[in-house]
């Protein structure tokens, strides 16, 4: 069997920036030469103050909340749910780094040619193939669409448009003739779970659905005028989950909107794919769309990681408006501020001699009137309390039906996390519906009774830290003369290309404390087998305690000055400590010699040791 070579790993933790691969996972800030984010692996990044922090030179990670732990390559693997050997992989891919295996006895091929591996190259190599039907003749009725549509050349470029033939019987032929098993295609979620060889898509302009990482990993395929086989085919369908695809956790177009949502801190969330490519066209590329769910508490958090707002863009009608109801409890739970664009509104104010009515979506105002006109149109947006206070009035209050449209507001309330908030709100709604606070509260505190509440309150499991049996504390701060032996270790496992210096000085024997000499034997073995990189020395370390406690000390910024000088001043005072036994020793011998008349020699070479002793341990303290 083949692994991926030592120097592959190497030059992946060389090159690999510590705070670009976690900001693809959550929102980091900087403060110091540290970054700082909320936690993924507690409390479901939800936490109001940061504790998680990236220090990018040390190119680790650490949660001074849950006292999780790792470098970079962990927390990817944590992240994916991968192995140590795919996320090595991924990360190289991604940074264009070869991916060199050392052969095994046997020279097998690559051990991790999964099922996922199968279905990301068969998913790229369809795109390319849908690609090159759209612009051939049997694209025609596709092309046309998307001209219709206003949807410029590069907008098809960039979001890998396609069609998918209406022949039923092509799909399966073609992948059979290029090797693919039944078994791999019935897996593949591209064909129908009661016919094997009928495809989900025949005739219908395709988009394909990318991950994070720029991996094609589903399609969604509209069906299009002329080419639907009855009149029951929806106009939309979306693959079906599988091992590389969850529909509840992915977003259209997610991996093209990260960069401004990031700078922004800002999304809009469409309801389908053309709404967010005219929203790119336009500019607005901070745009992505749910994959035929309506929006998840998974999404939610996914969006969290990089922006403080999602602005909806949903249809003015009565399914939209559930959408945006529903869509608004979803953010609140999950803590993330929201607004509904008023595209009527706003298209009113732009173009007041034309009927709004006939201009719902982004796509359509694109179209007919421009870049400009649907940018400006996106300004005019209500907040979410305003619009379901709004939508509460129009359901029930303006037909006097007031303990209605207060009862409206109360999933509302239940969804923030603010006892203040709450309080605030119900104050407002006293006040817009004309009424007394007092029974508003006490209205809601009946409904809380009769309906079944989520639990939306954060989840405090955030610990101190905890001492060890080797008698460390990953919340003390450093004191190299406290435990100079634990801390002069933890600086060396930080800076490994320290160690083969560092053990032509000092041996295990020099060492009392038992987590120092953990370390030590963990940094040796390493050492012994050339193996490079924190992770193969914390595979080592058994106590997760001591794993916690270098993590934290890694990612705390107190190991940030001069290592090397850290080391020396470390390997000084262990010197001079061992010297020091050794005098205590010499003048125990010395006075057993001299009390039992034993040889004069004897006592002669323990003076003379003694006096070089002496003179050692007054040149390290530089007397």
């Given amino acids: ?203 219908r302009l395709m988009f394909p659905i990318e991950d994070l990482m720029g991996r094609i990993v589903a399609f969604g395929g509209r069906a299009l005028p002329g080419e639907t086989q009855d009149n029951k085919t929806p106009k939309y369908i979306n693959s079906p989950e599988s091992e590389i695809y969850e529909k509840r956790k992915s977003l259209f177009a997610l991996n093209i909107a990260k960069p401004l949502m990031r700078q922004s801190k800002t999304a809009y969330l469409a309801e389908g794919y053309m709404d967010v490519i005219a929203l790119h066209q336009a500019g607005v590329t901070n745009s992505v769309a749910p994959l035929g769910t309506a929006f998840t508490d998974d999404q939610a958090l996914s969006l969290r990681r990089w922006v403080d707002r999602i602005i909806f863009i949903f249809d003015n009608d009565e399914a939209g408006q559930k959408a945006a109801n529903r869509a608004i409890l979803t953010c609140r739970k999950n803590k993330v501020a929201c607004s509904i664009a008023d595209i009527k509104t706003g298209f009113k104010y732009e173009n007041d001699a034309v009927d709004s009515d006939n201009f719902k979506d982004p796509a359509d105002i694109l179209k007919e009137f421009g870049a400009r006109i649907l940018n400006n149109v996106l300004k005019f947006n209500i907040n979410d309390f305003e619009y379901l206070i709004f939508h509460g009035k129009n359901l029930y209050a303006k037909d006097g039906n007031i303990n209605k449209a207060v009862e409206f507001m109360f999933p509302y309330l239940d969804a923030l996390d603010s006892e203040i908030d709450k309080s605030d709100y119900i104050t407002r709604i006293a006040d817009i519906f004309k009424i007394e606070r007092s029974a508003v509260r006490n209205e809601y505190s009946k409904w809380r009774q009769n309906n079944f509440r989520p639990s939306y309150e954060k989840h405090n499991d955030e610990k101190k830290g905890n001492i060890s049996e080797a008698g460390f504390q990953a919340d003390e701060p450093l004191d190299v003369r406290r435990n100079i032996e634990l801390n002069l270790l933890t600086n060396i496992a930080l800076n490994m290309e320290l160690y083969p210096e560092f053990r032509s000085v000092l041996e295990i024997k020099d060492f009392d404390d038992r987590a120092a000499k953990e370390i030590f034997i963990s940094l040796e073995e390493c050492f012994l087998r050339d193996e490079a990189g924190i992770d193969s020395l914390f595979a080592r370390i058994k106590n997760e305690q001591l794993k916690n406690f270098i993590y934290s000390r890694g990612t705390s910024g107190e190991f940030k000055g001069d290592s090397r000088k850290f080391m020396e001043d470390g390997i000084k005072i262990i010197k001079v400590k061992k010297y020091k036994k050794r005098l205590t020793e010499i003048n125990g011998l010395m006075r057993e010699s001299e009390r039992n008349s034993k040889d004069i020699d004897n006592i002669d070479e323990l003076l003379a040791e003694k006096i070089e002793i002496d003179e050692q341990i007054r040149e390290l303290e530089g007397r």
Avoid at 86 to 99: C, S
Avoid at 147 to 152: A, F, M, N, P
Avoid at 162 to 181: E, T
């Fill in 1 to 203: 069997m083949a692994f991926i070579s030592k120097s592959t790993i190497q030059d992946v933790n060389t090159r690999l920036d510590a705070v670009s691969v976690t900001g693809e996972y959550i929102r980091l800030e900087q403060k110091g030469g540290r970054w700082w984010g909320r936690c993924p692996f507690h409390g479901g990044g939800q936490e109001k103050t940061p504790s998680f922090v990236v220090d990018p030179d040390k190119k680790m990670f650490y949660c001074f909340g849950c006292s999780k732990g790792g470098s970079i390559i962990s927390f990817v693997m944590e992240m994916d749910k991968l192995t140590y050997p795919q996320a090595v992989k991924n990360l190289a891919v991604k940074m264009g780094i070869e991916v060199i295996y050392e052969e095994s006895r046997q020279g097998e091929i690559e051990q991790d040619n999964t099922l996922k591996t199968g279905l990301y190259e068969l998913y790229k190599r369809l795109t390319s193939t849908f690609q090159h039907f759209l612009f051939e003749s049997q694209g025609k009725s596709a092309l046309s669409y998307i001209k219709q549509r206003g949807i410029s050349d590069e907008m098809v470029k960039s979001f890998n448009l396609g069609y998918s033939p209406v022949n039923r019987d092509f799909l399966y032929n073609f992948l059979r003739q290029k090797g693919y098993s039944d078994e791999f295609l019935a897996k593949s979620g591209l064909f129908s779970s009661k016919y094997k060889t009928i495809p989900l898509f025949s005739g």
